[in-house]
């Protein structure tokens, strides 16, 4: 009997990996083959290669879907309103962070530990424990229940233009003023330091070359709205050693730490283009790829679309690191983890899982770097070691990001975050206007959002 022991142990092994190699998403999705599944999602250069590879999917499962791209406005509005309406067009729609707050107190999300523990429909092989943390348990779970898989894992990044940081002349004269090395900013207050040193008045010399036009130091959002108080947030307030909320989810606006974080962000705007106030997340790439500006902090994936031959002539001139952090080496970044969730007025609830597993397969994955041709931001720890990343021209942003997002997570699930930020952003636009102090600004800031909510957070 003894003897016969270690051989059914064996033969156990033998059978769990045959179990695991059998699994195929054609035959999970047999009992679904036919349906046709409504999955909305963002328009960006990441989705629009997914977007491509969705008819492999459709192929081997022969479950239909139809893949819609809006743009960041539209997918926020008519997802949320598709889902809090009850009418259900959507099987399947990407949220950002800062709406689940709301779309899990009207419960309209369906939560899928069920799915992830069904062994029919579940690939063995996922291997969640390779999603990238914290952007996955912060965007994805709240109070013991998981709401989706991580999908995009949008982050913010450090840019400059590494021709005019790597001058001999420009680091001569840094090191002599600033007295340390000119380099990439790995903390804010070198950030601040380089914005104010780059910049120069037309016909002043740049690395050497006299100026056609104005140069600027650094370029940031400042549009009322958008993501612009998200970076101040998160990079600037939180390296202050501030925050928005405390832990009980109360505004702590005006806090001391805050007015630091508000005035270092208000101060890099004297280095900055006259035209910031109207400046998107667009915009900021834009004006980098124009070569008016020594530096940003920038959404990575729009880093990609710039940083392109034909698409900005300092394309492979750029330099890349992660969101600064404090003086006191305090790391907080700004990153969107944001994920498809499924809609629990969806009645095809398995088809979509289905889908969603996909997308986030490590086979999915690789065949979307390879089809972009290294262009794309990873949402696994595997995927760094591609050799589409590895080989890339963008292997330092790559490594930029990668340092990102180890200090970034999902904004707290908070119902009127929207409403905070829309009181917030135009109240520091203000005070980086100069029409109010940061004191002032502040303050009226808690007094706004106390009216708003007295705890904001779920």
Request: glycine content about 8%; charged content about 25%; overall charge neutral.
């Amino acid at each position: 009997m003894r003897a016969r022991l270690p051989l059914l142990a064996v033969l156990l092994s033998i059978a769990m990996v045959t179990s695991a190699e059998a699994w195929s998403y054609k035959d999970a999705a047999k009992p679904y083959a036919g349906q046709s599944i409504t999955i909305l999602d963002e328009i960006t250069p990441l989705q629009e290669t997914m977007k491509t590879l969705v008819p492999e999917f459709v192929k081997e499962t022969g479950i239909q879907v139809d893949y819609q791209l809006l743009n960041h406005f539209e997918v926020i509005s008519k997802g949320q309103a598709d889902m809090l309406s009850g009418r259900g067009a959507y099987d399947g729609v990407m949220v950002h962070s800062p709406q689940l707050g709301l779309l899990l107190q009207a419960d309209v999300v369906r939560p899928i530990d069920d799915l992830l523990g069904n062994k029919t429909i579940s690939n063995p092989d996922l291997d969640l424990k390779d999603v990238i943390q914290p952007a996955w348990d912060s965007v994805a779970k709240f109070k013991g229940k998981t709401y989706g898989l991580l999908d995009w894992n949008y982050n913010v990044v450090y840019w400059a233009r590494g021709d005019v940081l790597n001058h001999p002349d420009e680091k001569a004269a840094f090191k002599k003023r600033y007295n340390y090395d000119l380099a990439p900013a790995k903390t804010l207050q070198q950030m601040r330091d380089i914005a104010e040193f780059f910049t120069r008045k037309k016909g002043e010399k740049l690395a050497g070359q006299p100026l056609e036009s104005d140069f600027y130091g650094v370029v940031l959002e400042g549009i009322k709205g958008g993501t612009t108080f998200w970076t101040l947030w998160n990079v600037f307030i939180k390296n202050s050693g501030g925050d928005v909320f405390d832990a009980e989810g109360r505004p702590t606006i005006d806090r001391p730490e805050n007015v630091a974080g508000l005035k270092l962000w208000a101060e890099m705007w004297k280095f900055a283009p006259p035209g910031q106030a109207e400046y998107s997340l667009i915009d900021v790439p834009t004006v980098m790829g124009n070569g008016i500006a020594a530096q940003t902090l920038a959404w990575s994936d729009f880093v990609l679309g710039i940083d392109q031959p034909g698409k900005s002539k300092y394309a492979g001139k750029f330099v890349y690191a992660g969101s600064p952090a404090g003086k006191s080496g305090t790391r907080s970044a700004e990153t969107e983890p944001s994920m498809i969730v499924i809609s629990k007025h969806s009645k095809k609830a398995e088809a979509t899982y289905l889908f969603l597993q996909w997308l986030v397969d490590k086979q999915t994955q690789k065949r979307f770097f390879e089809v972009s041709k290294g262009a794309g931001v990873p949402i696994r720890e595997s995927t760094w070691s591609l050799g589409e990343l590895k080989q890339s021209r963008f292997a330092a942003l790559y490594d930029a990001m990668r340092e990102t997002l180890k200090n970034g997570r999902a904004k707290p699930k908070a119902p009127k975050i929207f409403e905070v930020m829309d009181v917030m952003s135009g109240l520091v636009q203000e005070v980086a206007l100069g029409r109010k102090t940061a004191e002032q600004g502040l303050k009226e800031g808690q007094e706004k959002v106390l009216a708003i909510c007295k705890k904001c957070t779920l």
